[in-house]
């Protein structure tokens, strides 16, 4: 089984997302492709939410991936802030009023608070007024001014988001949000939750989110790649062995651009409004839960590795950082748990 390395797609800082083999119809639409290497092996590819999405599916049911597709354009269609109409586009453009969402987006938005929470709002999808400033897009990055950044501070705060109990969210007027830091997360789980009534074993990765599960067919585990935040080439920097789990990782290495002699990266700091300046080029959590991963994922990158490692240790979880300067961290046990091997 070839290396599968968590944001393998991603080539370093160029911010270009190559889709691997047979592009898609549309490159930005929902498009899919799909194509049968061996009987028992179907590999697929799709770009949905701005990221190339890829599924490898052993003894797959018939129709698994087409449903797959199905799920990730729903997923599009309900939480993309860019998407006229979807759950985050209502609630962003509500005015204060509450507005009646999918029981899924409601989930997710509670465990985004909760996450919130217990990082000290490093993790806040109320993050949308910043990230509106900034453009990650290649050729038109764009740097917001002090008083923009000083102006968008304040709407920043999840505290403030509203839950209520029939299923409805109410968000302060100006404020608004992005799930950019979870969502991924959550639709890896859920692809990977009909992976295993559906198929023998699958490998799921979305961005950085990789997902795998059930059996490969010589039984042996999974092989995944956390990326080496210093190799533009996308090589690994170590490799995790596991059976069934979600390996995120969230790196300063992707939409990310040089401006002044100062390198800017979408994961932006809610005190400042600007990209994290801590020690961490990378952080990799691994856990069954992806969404949980995601999140928390991006929550170290702003916490710098002190408080990174407090957090992973607070919520019991698996983790790996990469210090900017090549530094290594690791949680208690995490390198004979997976069977870690450095590359270099
Ligand atoms: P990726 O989307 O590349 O997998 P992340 O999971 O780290 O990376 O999410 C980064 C995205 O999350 C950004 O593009 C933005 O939409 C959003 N975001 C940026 N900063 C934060 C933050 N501090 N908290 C929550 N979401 C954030
Ligand atoms: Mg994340």
Partial sequence: ??????????????????????????????????????????????????????????????????????????????????????????IN??????????????????????????????????IAPLT????????????????ERLEALPLVNDAAIVLGEDGTVTLPAGMSIDLGGIAKGYIADRIAAMCRTRCQGAVISLGGNTYVT?????????RVGVQDPQDSRGAAVAVLSLRDGSVVTSGIYE???????????????????????????????VTESSMTADAVATACIVLGSEGALRLLGELGLDGLLIGRDGTLWQTEGFGDKYGMVLTR
């Fill in 214 to 222: 059930g059996e490969k067919p010589d039984g042996s585990a999974y």
């Fill in 255 to 285: 939409r990310c651009f040089e401006k002044d002699g100062v390198w800017y990266h979408h994961i932006l700091d809610p005190e400042t409004g600007s990209s994290a300046m801590t020690d961490l080029a990378s952080a990799t959590v």
């Fill in 1 to 90: 089984m070839a290396l599968l390395c968590a944001g393998v797609l991603l080539t370093g800082c160029a911010s270009a997302r190559e889709i691997p083999a047979q592009p898609a119809a549309s490159p930005t639409a929902a498009a899919a492709a799909q194509g049968t290497e061996t009987p028992r092996r179907v590999s697929g590819f799709g770009l949905y939410f701005d990221t190339a999405v890829t599924v490898t599916l052993y003894e797959p049911e018939d129709g698994l991936l087409d449903d797959i597709w199905a799920a990730c354009a729903r997923y599009e269609q309900l939480l993309s802030k860019t998407v006229a109409g979807s759950d985050v586009d209502r």
């Fill in 93 to 126: 453009r509500a005015g204060g009023e509450r507005v009646q969402v999918d029981p899924e987006t409601w989930d997710i938005l509670q465990r985004a608070g909760e996450i919130s929470r217990v990082s000290g709002g490093a993790f806040s999808v109320s």
């Fill in 132 to 147: 509106a400033l900034w453009d990650f897009t290649g050729g038109t990055e764009r740097v917001p001014t002090e008083e």
